[in-house]
Each structure stands twice: as C-alpha cells, then as structure tokens.
C-alpha cells in the first residue's frame, strides 16, 4: 500500500506543477485592446478584438508561466475610418510589412494573491510593434476561473477553464520608428495600451 501511495504521490506532483496551455483566441471575440494618443490637434483612440496567442498559466508557480499574445496590426480600427485608413498606411504601421503586434512573456515576479481570488503579478516582456522589440515592464492582473466556460458560453457543448488577463502600459512611439517626421502636436509621442483578455482551455 505505501507502494501504490508513493507512485501516486510520484506521477501527480508533476502533473499539479505543469503549465496549463490557453488559447487567447477569444471564441466569444470579447476579448479587447484599446489605444490612446493624446496630442494638441488630434487626440486619437483606437482598438481591436483580433487578439490570439497562447499562455502556459502554471497555477502552482505562477512565476514559471510563459507565452505570447498576438494582435492582428491590420484590424487595428480608431474612431473614422478615415483616420483608420491613415493609420494603416505605409508610413505608419504598414500591416502588409509588418503584419503582427506581439508581446512575448520574458519573467513574472512579486506574486500578489487578491481577495477576489486574482493574483497581481509584475510582467516583463518583449513587446515588437512595427519591426522593433523593445522590453517592457508593467502591473497585470490574472484571474484563473476553472470550470467556467460553459457557464460563459462561446464553445457549445464544451466545458473548460478561463484565465482572465488584464494590463495597461505605455510605450513611446518613436522608439518603434512610427512616423518620426511628424510633429508631437500632431500626433503625440506617447501611446497608452491597454488590453483585457480572456484565454481558454478547453475539456
């Protein structure tokens, strides 16, 4: 008998320390990034719900998760189409050249278990817009509601986990060589991102 508990105790720990692979490929498309540009003459504002990737969400040791969120650049939309249609221009985002928006996980640390049963967790990652990878550092909020998707619906006749991602940071667009001739007060140097995403993992 001690035997059998021991191999038991043997195959579960790892099985209970192993990641949990979710799809942040929204079936419900709810999931969001917005952005802001706050200028003199034109204060923009803008988002889009075409957000895929995958995160390894390691539930025992959540500094061991890891993976990348991806958002498609041409379904980025602002306020008119007009203003859209500048947008994805070649001499600014070009999506035909540069297609993705991608933010890769590099390290999480100072775990923060909340009342609601989050955790608050500090995020670094590469953050690669318009060709250019910068590092980037911000707060985040992680939410793992198991059991939960059929009661949220979206993949009929499927039950499942949810891990509810959300996040704000800035980043300053001349870093990432977007239409550096033109002026701050056209067009402000500092773009606020702000994502809020749900990742399934399915039964």
């Known amino acids: 008998m001690l ?25 419900k498309g709810v999931s969001g990034l ?4 706050d200028s003199e003459l034109e204060p923009i504002i803008g988002q889009t719900n075409a957000i895929t990737g995958e995160i390894r ?3 025992a040791n959540p500094e061991k998760s890891s ?15 007009p203003l859209t249609d500048a947008m994805l221009g070649g001499w600014c985002l070009a999506p ?25 967790v500090q995020v670094t990652g ?19 509601l198991a059991n939960k998707l059929r009661e949220r619906g979206g993949v009929e006749g499927k039950d499942g986990d949810l891990l509810v991602l959300r996040a704000n940071f800035q980043i300053n667009r001349r870093d990432f060589n977007i239409a550096k ?18 990742g399934v993992s399915i039964k």
Do not use: W
């Open 126 to 144: 590469d953050f690669t817009l318009h060709g250019v990878t910068k590092e980037v550092r911000t707060e985040a909020s992680v939410k793992y």
């Open 3 to 27: 035997t059998l508990l021991s191999a038991v105790v043997l195959f579960a720990a790892p099985q209970a320390a192993a990641p949990q692979v979710f799809d942040m490929n929204d079936p």
């Open 67 to 81: 993976g990348k969120i991806i958002v498609q650049t041409a379904a980025l939309k602002c306020a008119s189409q």
């Open 96 to 120: 035909d050249k540069y297609p993705t928006i991608e933010f890769e996980l590099k390290q999480i640390k100072n775990v923060r278990p909340q009342k609601d049963g989050a955790i608050k």
């Open 181 to 198: 001739e033109l002026a701050t007060a056209v067009i402000g140097d500092l773009v606020e991102v702000k994502i809020m995403a749900v």
């Open 34 to 37: 917005s952005f802001s540009i």
């Open 57 to 59: 969400f390691n539930r």
